[in-house]
């Protein structure tokens, strides 16, 4: 394993480490579908996760995001998924405190090499062990 890997893997450690946090304290993950929700849980991902792509997903999220202390939109770095996280975010407008920092993080960890939330599966295998 290179140093390079080595930065990322760290990085995306403390990613989801940030996320968990975020959600012991109310927050919200949103992502597009199945496989994103599967490759954030394999990575040690505890927290609720509402899938966008999902039958009922985006009703469902409007009427529920409000109940949350904030809403974490972690969406593909693709440009379906910009176009997406625009649509989300006007949707929630006003209803929910959103945060899209997570997304940011995402892209800037990976140095557009990591375009889909799916794709942090490859790492699993390279998590520290949860605390």
């Not at 597009?32 to 991902?45: P, Y």
């Amino acid at each position: 394993m290179t140093e390079l890997q080595d930065g990322i893997i760290q990085e995306v450690a403390l990613l989801i480490r940030n996320l968990n946090s975020d959600a012991e304290n109310d927050s919200l993950v949103v992502v597009e579908g199945k496989r994103d929700r599967r490759a954030l849980q394999s990575l040690g991902f505890r927290g609720k996760i509402t899938m966008l792509c999902h039958s009922g997903g985006v009703k469902d999220l409007v009427e529920n995001a409000g109940l949350y202390r904030k809403t974490i939109l972690l969406l593909d770095l693709d440009r379906e998924g910009k176009a997406l996280t625009g649509r989300t975010a006007k949707l929630l407008q006003g209803r929910a405190t959103i945060d899209l920092s997570y997304r940011k993080e995402l892209g800037a960890i990976a140095k557009g090499r990591i375009r889909h939330v799916e794709e942090l599966i490859r790492f699993k295998d390279f998590m520290p062990m949860a605390e």
